[in-house]
């Protein structure tokens, strides 16, 4: 009688701490995206669930489908949702959870992960407004250089010009002026040579 007693309250203490464990409350998990949530087209990511059990079954879920859905058995405390070639319609919002292998309900969602698919060949085609702003500068830096060099050679051509010609014009009337010194000499010259040679006394005649 007493063996029976023990037998079944022991059955009853069984069923009752497993019961505890299907109805305890699973703490929600943690969502991130490797390397980064903002992937361009054709890339990859990595979408981790971390829970708080081991051995559990992870699952995630995209808001705007409700089609979607990936499940992974882990031995440990998380799991890893590779997605692969990325494309415009798989950006979206994505969450996780994760169920023990006693319980058939889902733990609470994960927080929100926004993912976000950018398009590689648009940012070819319009590079942000830094990069333009910075373009821009550097192109108009560039002609202004280019400008003051063309004018520092401008003038400096001006100048040397300036100086060759006031040289020659120096020399022209250097070479002018000697002409004129030697037939003012040679007529002096002259008029002493024929005053020499007049007698005395033929200018009172």
């Not at 919002?93 to 927080?111: G, I, L, R, V």
Request: with cysteine; hydrophobic share 30%; net charge negative.
């Amino acid at each position: 009688m007493i063996t029976e007693f023990l037998s079944l309250l022991c059955l009853g203490l069984s069923l009752g701490f497993e019961d505890e464990k299907k109805n305890e409350t699973l703490i929600k998990p943690y969502l991130s995206a490797l390397p980064s949530p903002v992937v361009e087209q054709g890339h990859n990511v990595t979408l981790r669930c971390l829970g708080h059990r081991h051995n559990v079954t992870f699952m995630l879920g995209k808001l705007q489908d409700s089609g979607y859905r990936q499940e992974q058995r882990s031995a440990g405390y998380e799991a890893e949702f590779l997605l692969t070639h990325l494309e415009p319609k798989d950006a979206g919002t994505y969450f996780c959870a994760y169920k023990t292998m006693d319980s058939q309900e889902w733990s609470e969602e994960s927080e929100h992960l926004q993912l976000e698919v950018t398009d590689d060949r648009n940012k070819r085609r319009a590079p942000p407004g830094g990069k333009v702003t910075r373009s821009i500068i550097a192109a108009t830096c560039s002609c202004l250089s280019i400008l003051l060099l063309f004018l520092s050679v401008f003038l400096i051509n001006r100048c040397t010009q300036h100086d060759l010609s006031h040289e020659e014009s120096t020399e022209r009337t250097s070479h002018s002026k000697l002409p004129q010194q030697e037939a003012m000499d040679s007529s002096d010259l002259e008029r002493t040579s024929v005053s020499a040679e007049r007698p005395p006394g033929s200018e009172l005649c």
